[in-house]
């Protein structure tokens, strides 16, 4: 009876490593810092928002870009990505341009995601132990009722971590106030689509809260 007790505290150990792990693996982004004015709570929500990604990757402005149009489109509201109305990157540099832009799209607000730098960090893994089925003969019920359990050592390692942070504000165009602010960071993250993806979907969520869009 002690011997099955035992076996159950271990297999639940087990799975509560397994669900941890699972949950870091999740996702690899996450909004670090986020901040909207409270004044601004009881106005009407946006319907219209134009989106800019400042980035120096021209593939990756556009994937920006249409990524949060759909997920804009996908509730009531709508959007446009920039590079529709303002083909080249440099245009995002000059005011009169997004200006021009705004009143194309006939837009009350701009969200603006720009890169703000990648770095590397080192973090040491400390040493774990891993519980590792033994399978014995048994006692009537087959090898599942004498089975035991090994202790494996792992020993710790150094792993070296890719952070990506960008940082992403609304305005409104009436105000031309800011309205909305958050950074975001990805940690090893698999690629810019996977970070841009994670990115939109946090954000978007984040502004539904604050009553900002639909």
Known sequence: ?????????????????????????AGSTHLIERWNDESY????????????????DEA????????FVAQVNAGSDDAVA????????????EKSEIAAAVDKAGADSVLITSFKGASKQQRYVPPSYDYVPSMGMGY????????????VYRPGYTVTDTIVQLETRVYAVA???LIW????????????????AELVKLVTSDMRKSGLIE
């Open 140 to 151: 009537g019920y087959g090898a599942y009722y004498g089975a035991a359990y090994q202790a």
């Open 82 to 93: 920039g590079y529709t109305l303002m083909p080249e990157q440099s245009d995002y540099d």
């Open 1 to 25: 009876m002690v011997n099955m007790l035992m076996k159950r505290k271990i297999l639940k150990s087990m799975l509560v490593l397994s669900l941890i792990g699972l949950a870091a693996c």
């Open 175 to 177: 105000e031309e106030k």
């Open 181 to 196: 602010a958050g950074n975001t960071q990805s940690i090893n993250s698999e690629s810019s689509k996977k970070i841009t």
């Open 60 to 67: 990756q402005r556009r994937e920006f870009e249409t990524e």
């Open 41 to 56: 709570v009881d106005q009407p929500k946006f319907k219209k928002v134009l989106v800019l990604g400042i980035f120096q």
